[in-house]
Nanobody
């Protein structure tokens, strides 16, 4: 069983920055790969992938809408993935969720979500 805990959400003005963190607790073997990703869901919209990273760090994905503004990174020693969000826009407002696939290196794309976090709210005001 793996538990994902997100943090770092909040309210900022457009143009500002936030850094989200997602810590994974439970059994995650240091000898197996995993794929962690960030998704977001705005009111009235479907959940969509924002960024993902394989545990080796060699594979990353970004949604077109965040390329050049958001950066995903990880600290494997802490089983934590980060999402640095810069130049935030009102349209970035959403609940942000973290997900992980165990025994995956993200070669197949965003994680399908073996486990999900409960989310952290990001609100960007104009």
């Amino acid at each position: 069983q793996v538990q994902l805990v997100e943090s770092g959400g909040g309210s900022v003005q457009a143009g500002g920055s936030l850094r989200l963190s997602c810590a994974a607790y439970g059994y995650i073997s240091s000898y197996s790969s995993n794929c962690m990703g960030w998704f977001r869901q705005a009111p009235g919209k479907e959940r969509a992938g924002v960024a993902a990273i394989g545990s080796s760090g060699g594979i990353t994905y970004y949604a077109d809408s965040v390329k050049g503004r958001f950066t995903i990174s990880q600290d494997n020693a802490k089983n934590t993935v980060y999402l640095q969000m810069n130049s935030l826009k009102p349209e970035d407002t959403a609940m942000y969720y973290c997900a992980i696939d165990i025994f995956s290196d993200c070669s197949g794309g965003y994680p399908q979500g073996d486990y999900w976090g409960k989310g952290t709210l990001v609100t960007i005001s104009s």
